[in-house]
């Protein structure tokens, strides 16, 4: 599976890059233009991510998947996969929501949605980068 990963920088660099994204993911709410979002451990709330502009058709799910650093499914650690809950649904025709819950400290998880064009049957996936930390 895909990971975000930095380029090589010398350690001042990197440190100071890492604290503009953590200050940048931080202040996120919703799915940025980027693809992140930023949540606290105790938070559980509801994403979407919206294959309409390559999926005019509608899609159907695939798989929904989240994976730490190491690349480890950590599906059971950050996604609500109950029966009992109605998600992930799809609303209107390419629209993907799906709840994201509890995660560890200072995590980043990417999470990969994978679905199919109802009218050609290609296969298409989208990735969100969650970041969970405690707000201070």
Same mark, same amino acid.
């Given at each position: 599976?895909?990971?975000? $990963? %930095?380029? @090589? +920088?010398?350690? *001042?660099? &990197?440190?100071?890059? $890492?604290?503009?994204? +953590?200050?940048? +993911?931080? @202040?996120? =709410?919703? =799915?940025? &233009?980027?693809?992140?979002?930023? $949540?606290?451990?105790?938070?559980?709330? *509801? %994403?979407? %991510?919206?294959?309409? &502009?390559? &999926?005019?058709?509608? =899609?159907?799910?695939?798989?929904?998947?989240?994976? /730490?650093?190491?690349?480890?499914?950590?599906?059971? /650690? =950050?996604?609500? %996969?109950?029966? @009992?809950?109605?998600?992930?649904?799809?609303?209107?025709?390419?629209?993907?929501?799906?709840?994201?819950?509890?995660?560890?400290?200072?995590?980043?998880?990417?999470?990969?949605?994978?679905?199919?064009?109802?009218?050609?049957?290609?296969?298409?996936?989208?990735?969100?980068?969650?970041?969970?930390? $405690?707000?201070?």
């Amino acid at each position: 599976m895909p990971w975000f $990963k %930095l380029p @090589a +920088l010398p350690s *001042d660099l &990197a440190c100071v890059c $890492k604290l503009i994204l +953590l200050a940048v +993911l931080s @202040a996120a =709410v919703l =799915v940025g &233009a980027d693809g992140s979002v930023a $949540k606290t451990p105790y938070e559980s709330i *509801d %994403l979407s %991510l919206d294959f309409l &502009a390559r &999926a005019p058709g509608g =899609v159907t799910l695939t798989s929904i998947a989240a994976y /730490d650093r190491d690349d480890t499914d950590a599906s059971t /650690d =950050v996604l609500v %996969l109950s029966p @009992a809950t109605p998600v992930p649904a799809i609303s209107g025709s390419a629209k993907v929501t799906f709840r994201v819950k509890d995660g560890t400290d200072a995590h980043f998880y990417n999470i990969l949605i994978r679905v199919t064009k109802i009218d050609t049957g290609e296969k298409l996936e989208g990735n969100i980068l969650l970041h969970v930390a $405690k707000k201070t």
